[in-house]
């Protein structure tokens, strides 16, 4: 049989992305926006397919199939029949969007031919089908329950399905306009984070409020059924034909209009992030619990923006009816080219699909590009910039040493990740031992809000010793409780302090990594996928007794993670970052030549 590539797309409404298969092996998937640097970017995958193709030496004539990942014309029936079924309410909307559908969307057929200058076959799969195949194929299980939630695809926004050996099927569905991700993002748009980019930041905010707005919740929003099922009273949105999210009897309702971007967060900004957060683990709970008593499976994947939500995974972990769960990294929309490549494959092509115990076929996410040692040498010449040259043990010892001085290291090596966290190839690194540590690199390095938490990427055999977690978490998609032995007794003055003040009153022996409500977010570390990375944090635990480390997104605030060393570089260069590695290459901020773009980029952030 002659080998078969498969390019597979998603496009069109946010987080557009491409993923190549080689007779159904991934060799190389990429998100637009690391492209493009515009963050969450929309348009056509154009970079990320010309990255895939290079990535395997070939040309869109070589490839057997292009698939996308839903069916534009189904999603048109569902915005149209909405239009009408509201009208004339909603008029304004439906004139902002149909220009855009039939000038790209109604013709993405034409324009995927003529973005690609491919002339082969097009397959189409319906969204939550794109998403249950990422769910289920790449996943180390046989067989296993697949549960998908999101915003909403054609008319699904949650779908239960069984995955079995080389096959999907879905078998219920929740339609439009009752949807999870939806109501979750309502609260994203009121709390005054962007819609399908802050929902992370509400479930991070969530732990600094109280649940006072749960009982509202269920008494006007939403009618919860046992079985996860739900229903959305409409008076209190605005998404079906409007602007916003959220109407103004949800301003009424939950004591004032939505908060302006960028303003101060207030008591009830956080009261109603912890609200909305415990009914989304309600719900994802119930629909699992359904999920397991449908399909009679003991394992559970997971896929969908919703999947994202990594405190709900974690209760689904240690609460739920299944003995072990797999989520896809890139579980939003970008995952959906990697779901309908794989979809075609096994079931258009009707090719066997096979398991290794114990291990998925994602390659730990680390699908993006990378660079040679002489490209890297390349570009920092190109800039005058000041580096050594180490050998790879050495460097390992050197980087160790620098962050157990609590310097902040950005991390370049290897295959950039797949999906949108950073997994110790585009990472920066911290001491999670040093209790200013989450402060300093919120403020003063990611330019964000200072409640955000970090990760820790920690030794796999060491999970265990420091947090209540007996699995692997390879795509920092769990959150579970540090170790109570760790955790240090609460002060009286830390219940009086809000935000970063709060954060810097330490919660256990690592503090950079604890959460207020002393959790974290764990990215488990093996040597298979990433032995550089994996040999770094060994080095530091020979020096500290540590096997973790802080590592949070090469980037900053409003900006996709790093892809090129240009990037990396430049990014190090506009920050207070002290040190950066690029491949075998490490530099030294003091050593630097300091540049106008530094400057004003300081300026623009009021750094001093």
Known sequence: MKPAYILGLSAFYHDSAACLLHDGEIVAAAQEERFTRLKGDSSFPTHAVSYCLRAANIKPSDLAFVGFYDKPLLKFERILETYLGISPKGFRSFLRAAPLWVKDKLYTDRNLRESLDYHGK???????????????????????????????????????GIGSDSDIE???????????????????????????????????????????????????????????????????????????????????????????????????????????????????LRMARTAYEETKRENLCLAGGVALNCVGNGRLLREGPFKRIWIQPAAGDAGGALGVAQLIWHRYCNQPRTTTAGEDAMKGAYLGPEFSDRDIELYLKSEGASYRRLERSELLRQVAKLLAAEKVVGWFNGRMEFGPRAL??????????????????????????????????????????????????????????????????????????????????????????????????????????????????????????????????????????????ADAYQCFMRTQIDHLVLGSFLLDKESQPEGKETKEWQKEFQLD
């Open 424 to 565: 110790g190839s585009r990472s920066i690194l911290g001491d999670p031992r040093s209790p200013g540590m989450q402060a300093q690199m919120n403020l003063k390095i990611k330019f964000r809000e200072g409640f955000r938490p970090f990760a820790p990427s920690v030794l796999l055999e060491r999970v265990g010793d420091y947090f209540e977690l007996d699995t692997e978490s390879p795509y920092m998609l769990i959150v579970a409780p540090v170790r109570k032995e760790r955790q240090l007794p609460h002060t009286p003055a830390g219940k009086e302090l809000w935000g970063i003040d709060r954060l810097n009153v330490p919660r256990s022996d690592i503090p950079a990594v604890t959460h207020i409500d002393c959790t974290a977010r764990i990215h488990t570390v093996c040597r298979k996928t990433n032995p550089d990375y994996y040999d770094l944090i060994k080095e530091f635990e020979k020096i500290t007794g540590y096997g973790l480390l802080v590592n949070t997104s090469f980037n900053v605030r409003g900006e996709p993670i790093v892809c090129t060393p």
């Open 170 to 284: 879905v078998i219920r569905e929740l339609h439009w306009p009752d949807s999870l991700g939806l109501l979750y993002s309502a609260f994203t748009y009121h709390i005054g984070f962007k819609v399908n980019s802050g929902e992370y930041k509400v479930m991070g905010l969530a732990p600094y409020g109280e649940p006072k707005y749960v009982e509202a919740i269920y008494r006007e929003l939403i009618d919860l059924k046992e079985d996860g099922s739900l229903r959305l009273n409409q008076k209190y949105f605005n998404y079906l034909g409007g602007l916003t999210m959220t109407s103004r009897a949800f301003d009424e309702l939950f004591g004032g209009p939505p908060r302006a971007p960028e303003t101060r967060i207030t008591q009830r900004e956080m009261d109603l992030a912890r609200s909305i957060q415990v009914v989304c683990e309600d719900v994802m």
């Open 122 to 160: 097009i397959l189409y799969s319906e969204h939550h089908e794109s998403h249950a195949a990422s769910a289920f194929f790449p996943s180390p299980f046989k067989e296993a329950a697949i549960l998908t939630m999101d915003g909403v695809g054609e008319w699904a926004t949650a779908s239960i």
